[in-house]
């Protein structure tokens, strides 16, 4: 029954946005008769062109996609959705890229992209700015909307790019492409969805506990356990400094509650924050006498793998789509502090209702995150799933079951957030090749074969191809 509907509902979705969402143009790209890229692009009733840059070997659109504010009810508003398309060849594979934030206007190409040498349509995520209805109903952000969001931009660009399509993204990306195919589970070809965190239930998070108990090195451990504690110990002072810091800033600490709270916040961020983005070589890097070290040096380093400017309004602000559907749907993890005694503590974890204006209200779906769990369990067909030994947001991931089908989830031994399937051993970097390759449509007999044969199609472009983890505020996926 439940099917049933969610079919009929893309039906009526379809129907209403045909005739709301697209009047710049009535003719469709098949009947242009144009040859030329652009042209057939801008074809596409509700596309308009940002801007087009160039770059050697492709041609890269930034453009704006009209989509219904409420894809239940398309004929009540519309907003304009950012997109961009890294454009390769009509003849070649399409990979449907989304990071779950703001999509990045500079061309940029994800590693399947490079392995399959094809094009990429990248989405930015509703309600991160500009993509953001005006006024802006918060009820209209949740992640059957953004796959709603997905399915129209493959419905309208399917026309165009006519072969196989994968979907992909990295962190809150992977957990898009994830909730696009559990609701649009015909639309792509294969999913590689890369350390996408699964908070099935939101209130057990003793799986990140454990992980922190085990991660990395003891040495490595305590070193971060020290400076976190110490920065705790010395409040008093260190709290002085952030007050004269955020005046000199200009920031203000109006949505988390106090400057007090948005001090703890950081330091709470710091264990995870080094976990999330550096590597076990890095622990050099962390005063090893976090009691003899001077409030400068306890400083710096929360500074730089926490950010003292994340809790402020200004840093939040950007993210409060995050935290809306943190608070909403998505659920967030809570870690306890074994290491530090809790008169140290006056806070603990904020949930995610701490870091949006109370003007905005929130609540909580529990059976969000348990129906996406279920169904990856029991219906995954063609999905990979790729996570990082070190990551924290591996601690929770997501598993396969009896029904899944040529699904896989593998573990880049070392690596961290940004881990990636260069990174797996040689044999699972083999495989999860290969089989982004077949779903894609462009492997060869001799992958087919022997998957050991497999390797990107498209040349490595120092540019192009960025694999270092792109820096953003922690405990944020």
């Given at each position: 029954m439940r099917k049933a509907l969610r079919w009929l509902l893309a039906l009526t979705v379809l129907i209403g946005t045909l005739s709301t969402a697209g009047a710049a143009t009535a003719a469709g790209p098949e009947a242009t008769g144009t040859t030329d890229i652009k042209e057939k692009l801008l074809s596409v009733p509700g596309m308009s062109l940002v801007e087009e840059k160039p770059y050697t070997g492709y041609r890269f659109f930034v453009l704006n996609y009209t989509q219904p504010v409420d894809h239940r009810h398309p004929s009540k508003g519309t907003f304009q959705q950012r997109i961009?398309?890294?454009?390769k060849d009509e003849?070649?594979?399409t990979v449907f890229f989304t990071g779950?934030?703001?999509v990045s206007t500079t061309p940029r190409r994800s590693e399947p992209t490079q392995?399959?040498?094809?094009?990429q349509v990248?989405?930015?995520y509703r309600f991160f700015t500009p993509s953001r209805p005006d006024p802006a109903d918060w009820t209209k952000l949740d992640i059957w909307q953004a796959a709603s969001d997905q399915h129209r931009i493959f419905k309208a660009l399917k026309k165009i790019y006519?072969?196989?399509w994968v979907s992909t993204g990295g962190s809150k990306g992977g957990m898009t492409a994830t909730y696009y195919e559990r609701f649009y589970p015909r639309d792509m070809d294969g999913v590689v969805a890369y350390v996408a965190p699964n908070d099935v239930v939101n209130n057990e998070d003793s799986a990140y506990d454990r992980f922190f108990a085990t991660v990395g090195t003891k040495e490595c451990r305590d070193r971060l356990n020290g400076v976190q504690r110490e920065a705790l110990v010395r409040r008093e002072p260190m709290e002085k400094?952030?007050?004269?810091y955020a005046a000199e800033n200009g920031y203000t600490f109006d949505t988390v509650g106090s400057l007090d709270k948005a001090y703890e916040a950081t330091v709470l961020d710091y264990v995870w924050g080094f976990w999330q983005y550096s590597l076990l070589s890095d622990c050099d890097t962390i005063p090893a006498d976090a009691k003899n070290a001077t409030d400068d040096d306890i400083w710096s380093s929360i500074d730089t793998i926490a950010g003292f400017s994340f809790y402020t309004d200004q840093g939040l602000e950007p993210y409060t789509p995050y935290f809306y559907q943190?608070?909403?749907q998505l659920g967030a993890p809570t870690i306890v502090f074994p290491h530090i005694e809790k008169k140290y503590i006056r806070y603990g974890y904020l949930p995610p209702r701490n870091f949006v204006p109370r003007s905005i209200p929130m609540k909580f779906q529990p059976s969000a995150m348990k129906d996406v769990d279920n169904w990856v369990r029991h219906n995954a067909n063609q999905m990979l799933y790729v996570y990082g030994e070190n990551d924290p947001w591996g601690a929770e991931q997501f598993r396969l079951g009896k029904g899944a089908k040529d699904s896989y989830v593998f573990t880049a031994p070392g690596l961290n957030h940004g881990a990636n399937v260069a990174g797996l051993v040689a044999d699972e970097k083999a495989l999860a090749t290969a089989k982004i390759l077949k779903w894609a449509g462009v492997a060869s007999s001799a992958v087919q074969s022997d998957p050991a044969a497999a390797k990107p199609l498209a040349k490595f472009d120092s540019k192009l191809d960025v694999r270092d983890v792109e820096r953003e505020p922690t405990l944020r996926p």
């Open positions: 961009t398309v890294l454009h003849a070649r594979p779950g934030y703001n392995i399959v040498d094809g094009n990248s989405m930015e006519s072969e196989k400094r952030y007050e004269a943190a608070g909403t």
